[in-house]
């Protein structure tokens, strides 16, 4: 009698390892079901400086449920502008995305004191702005969002004729108050800003609060290095605080004994 042949596999079989195998390929990484997602930002503050308006705000840290926020990855910032006397920013959200921000590389973005600072330049008197700050974590999720908005209001103008006197560890600059105010706006003080060539101002100024003196020492500089400054005065208008723009810059090279120019 003839050995009788072995069966060929069922076809059920046959597609049930060719999907195994198919199923071997990359894959991407895998998420927490229920990752916590991040609280809102901090303390959002929106500044007008000139042309511009500075938004401000500190890191969130805890996530939504409170546990420890531990894997934020950035920061969305949305804007959206309307006109204050016939738009109703509240019906309706046209936002664009302004800047997406990667805390491993602030790109236009300054962090002081645990701050983060971005400026939104060349704004329109009289149009208002709405912006919205939304955290995310490392894995592309949304958490809660902080909003604010402002009226672009006039720009006052600048401070005038700055100087500068560098002496053995102090540069003192020296500056005169603004002309033409208008009626409407109450001189406060003055932001005074440096930045060394080639780069932007920073965003933050030298001082802490507004100074009241049309004079400010800066110690805080390094020996032998050129660095630019301007000053700002900051007006009360309309109930709120703003900044003119910055007064024309004046070079200077601070030094100290230890380390004398030649």
């Not at 500075?54 to 939504?64: A, D, E, F, G, V």
């Not at 046209?94 to 004191?113: A, M």
């Not at 939104?120 to 009289?126: C, K, Q, R």
């Not at 402002?150 to 006052?156: A, K, M, N, Y």
């Amino acid at each position: 009698m003839m050995p009788r042949r072995p069966q060929a596999m069922p076809l059920l079989v046959l597609l049930l390892m060719f999907g195994l195998l198919a199923g071997c390929g990359r894959r991407g990484p895998v998420r927490p079901v229920r990752q916590p997602l991040p609280a809102a930002p901090e303390q959002l503050v929106l500044r007008q400086q000139g042309t511009q308006m500075l938004l401000s705000w500190s890191m969130p840290q805890r996530n939504q449920d409170g546990t420890e926020l531990t894997d934020l990855a950035g920061f969305k910032v949305m804007r959206m502008d309307y006109d204050p006397t016939e738009d109703c920013p509240d019906c309706r959200d046209t936002s664009i995305l302004l800047r997406q921000i990667e805390l491993e590389y602030l790109r236009d973005v300054q962090s002081v004191d645990g701050r983060f600072y971005l400026a939104d330049p060349d704004l329109e008197e009289g149009r208002g702005y709405q912006y919205r700050i939304i955290p995310y974590n490392r894995w592309g999720q949304d958490g809660t969002p902080v909003s604010g908005r402002e009226v672009f209001s006039i720009i006052p103008p600048a401070p005038e004729n700055v100087q500068a006197e560098t002496t053995d560890g102090v540069l003192t600059l020296t500056w005169r108050a603004p002309q033409d105010m208008g009626s409407d706006m109450q001189l406060l003080g003055y932001n005074v800003y440096r930045r060394r060539p080639g780069r932007p101002f920073a965003v933050a100024p030298l001082n802490r609060q507004p100074l009241s003196a049309t004079l400010f020492e800066d110690h805080s500089f390094k020996s032998g290095n050129t660095y630019l400054y301007a000053v700002r005065a900051v007006v009360l208008l309309h109930h709120r605080g703003v900044e003119s723009r910055l007064s024309k810059a004046v070079v200077a090279t601070p030094w100290t004994s230890s380390r004398a120019p030649f």
